[in-house]
């Protein structure tokens, strides 16, 4: 069965679809087959697969395209239609053979009180009961039907409903995050959050109601693969001074708050699996400084910044050569991550 890996921190602006975009790339590029889903109603992951420079190509996708989003798929049980839920037809990503996406909808967050009510009264509500499960059910039976290794799940940030649900029902999560005040503090909101929604599903998989639904609510299983840190600046090949005070403290608050609550929760992988990795300073597994201007190249060109080309960044000379150095050093970080993720998740070539 395909893993399914939560991208997910409630602060905003940590670069969280990028790094989805990129790792699922490169995991696709060393032979597995990855499905991206844009689970945010910005659909900011669905803008970077998709030429949506258009003001109503969206609108112009999901027209021409029914059902092939997140938010239609899971139309049946939503909106109670008598007819089960179908796999995504998975939108391939130009460029990069066994890596799709299943695009985000705007509309997702109007679902979001009606699961919120399911998910706290799907015991006495049969109308309900199907709601839960309908997630889990929906990328299972997609991913058996690509093949798939990986399920990625990009978040929006906020703690909701469905990224309740989401989370839960996932097999791992990686925190990004950023040296900053904010993703200090976002790991105390963690620390506290997280053992709750877990203490949630495990009573939820136990109801009877969830246990006899159409879309049966999964046990959880969830584990902690690491946080990626990203978003800060370079001096001299190191993080400038003030980032690194914020690396300390984040690094602290991981180690001494988050890590322990989730241990508490059963929430981690065995030591010796971290160990093993070489995730230096421990639970990290990669550190990301600023793409630059290289993000703006991405975005246009629609690939990660480890693929661009001098043509997609139109320089030359000595700047294409620097440029080239950089992209090198991308490609690095990122084929290390991709590679821990396997190890940690037992999918080794």
């Known amino acids: 069965m395909a893993k399914i890996i939560a991208m997910f921190n409630n602060k905003g602006g940590v670069s969280k679809t990028t790094t989805c975009f990129n790792l699922g790339w490169m995991l696709a590029q060393r032979g597995k087959t990855v499905i991206m ?17 258009q003001v109503d190509a969206l609108d112009k996708f999901y027209s021409e395209h029914p059902n092939q989003n997140l938010r239609d798929a899971l139309d049946p049980a939503f909106q109670s239609r008598p007819r089960p839920l179908a796999p995504v037809e998975c939108v391939p990503v130009s460029g990069r ?23 706290q009264l799907s015991e006495s509500i049969q109308a309900l009961k199907n709601l839960p499960g309908s997630f889990s059910h929906l990328f299972q039976i997609t991913a058996e039907k690509y093949k798939a290794d990986y399920v990625i799940l990009d978040l929006s940030p906020g703690l909701g409903s469905i990224n309740q649900n989401l989370v839960s029902i996932s097999d ?15 790991m105390d909101s963690l620390a ?11 009573r939820a998989a136990e109801l009877d109601a969830l246990a006899k639904a159409d879309y049966v609510f999964p046990h959880p299983k969830l584990k902690f693969l690491g ?37 508490s929760s059963n ?17 990290r597994l990669a550190s990301i400084p600023d793409f630059n201007t290289l993000i703006a190249n991405s975005q246009q060109s629609r ?34 991550l991709a590679s821990r993720v396997e190890s940690l998740t037992g999918e080794e070539a």
């Open 192 to 202: 506290r959050v997280l053992p709750k929604w877990i203490r949630w599903a495990e």
């Open 227 to 263: 946080t990626i840190v990203q978003r800060y600046r370079l001096k001299n090949g190191a993080p400038t001074i003030a980032f690194q005070e914020y690396f300390d403290a984040l690094d602290g608050a991981i180690k001494d708050t988050l890590v322990p609550a989730l241990r």
């Open 97 to 119: 053979d066994g890596l799709f996406l299943i695009p985000g909808h705007v509309g997702l967050a109007e679902d979001e009180v009606s699961l919120g009510v399911a998910q």
């Open 303 to 336: 690939k990660p910044v480890f693929e661009l080309t001098k043509q997609d960044v139109k320089r030359g000379g000595s700047v294409w050569e620097l440029t080239a150095v950089n992209i090198q050093k991308f490609r690095d970080t990122f084929d290390g």
């Open 172 to 186: 791992y999560f990686i925190v990004p995050a950023s040296p900053d005040v904010f993703s200090v503090m976002a």
């Open 267 to 283: 929430l981690m992988l065995d030591e010796s699996l971290y160990s093993r990795v070489g995730e230096e300073p421990p639970y």
């Open 37 to 53: 889903v844009d689970a945010d109603p910005q659909c900011n992951l669905t803008g970077m697969v998709l030429d949506l420079t």
